[in-house]
């Protein structure tokens, strides 16, 4: 158990729908960090959030927004959404204390969407 | 760029066998960390191993061993002695030194240890 939680763990939707996921970072942990896995693309990097700040972005589609609140979590909102949207979304958190040491991220068990 | 490459999409072994699967990585940096994870068929992400790029020492821990060859821009995974349980999809992974750095993932390697 890696300490990162996220929510639903399995979403079913239909296409032209907006859905909402969750991510609760490990305690102390400042940085989130959101990844899609698909079967075409893999494994990619969409954003990252520092203490409420974006930091860092990816291929996220426009149609995908993020952001994290006071208390750390984070929500990832997927609109309009197509049949290529289908996938495994992972969370990840890193404490993140600044300077040029590395900070490892930690990953949550992921959210499965389906689009119909 | 950087970019990591697992050339064997699909590996099918016997259980008992050792097997390596391959990663080829692509970076500008010079530190930098390497990472495999295990994904399982229930889709969770297990961390395995991280290692930073200067330290090039093999490593082994139980079944699992690694090999990291800088010269070659390699770090291998090898299971000795596989079990079914070993079944899942295998990714290597990149990420420069700073938190500002995102983890780029290989494609994975689909391993499957048929009994």
């Known amino acids: 158990d890696s300490g990162v939680t996220q929510t639903p763990k399995h979403l079913i939707t239909a296409t032209g729908q907006r859905v909402t996921l969750r991510c609760s970072p490990r305690?102390?942990?400042?940085?989130v960090y959101w990844y899609q896995q698909s079967l075409d693309q893999g494994l990619q990097f969409l954003i990252q959030?520092?203490?409420?700040?974006?930091?860092a972005k990816g291929n996220i589609l426009e149609r995908f927004s993020a952001q994290q609140f006071p208390d750390l979590h984070s929500e990832l909102n997927l609109s309009s959404l197509e049949l290529g949207d289908s996938a495994l979304y992972f969370c990840?958190?890193?404490?993140?204390?600044?300077?040029?040491?590395?900070?490892?991220?930690?990953f949550g068990p992921g959210t499965r969407l389906t689009v119909l | 760029a950087q970019k990591v490459t697992q050339a064997q999409t699909e590996i099918s072994v016997v259980e008992k066998e050792d097997v390596t699967l391959d990663c080829v990585y692509e970076?500008?940096?010079?530190?930098?960390?390497l990472f495999w994870y295990k994904q399982p068929p229930s889709g969770e992400l297990v961390f395995l191993i991280r290692?930073?790029?200067?330290?090039?020492q093999n490593e082994i821990s139980g079944r699992y061993s690694w090999n990291f060859q800088k010269s070659t821009s390699s770090f291998n995974f090898t299971i000795t002695a596989s079990q079914v349980v070993d079944s899942a999809v295998y990714f290597c992974?990149?990420?420069?030194?700073?938190?500002?750095?995102?983890?780029?993932f290989g494609p994975g390697t689909s391993l499957s240890v048929i009994p």
């Open positions: 305690s102390g942990d400042l940085s």
């Open positions: 992974a990149l990420s420069g030194s700073t938190s500002y750095d995102k983890v780029i």
């Open positions: 290692r930073n790029s200067f330290d090039e």
């Open positions: 970076t500008r940096d010079t530190t930098y960390y």
């Open positions: 959030y520092y203490n409420g700040e974006e930091r």
């Open positions: 990840a958190s890193s404490v993140d204390l600044g300077g040029s040491s590395y900070n490892e991220q930690f």
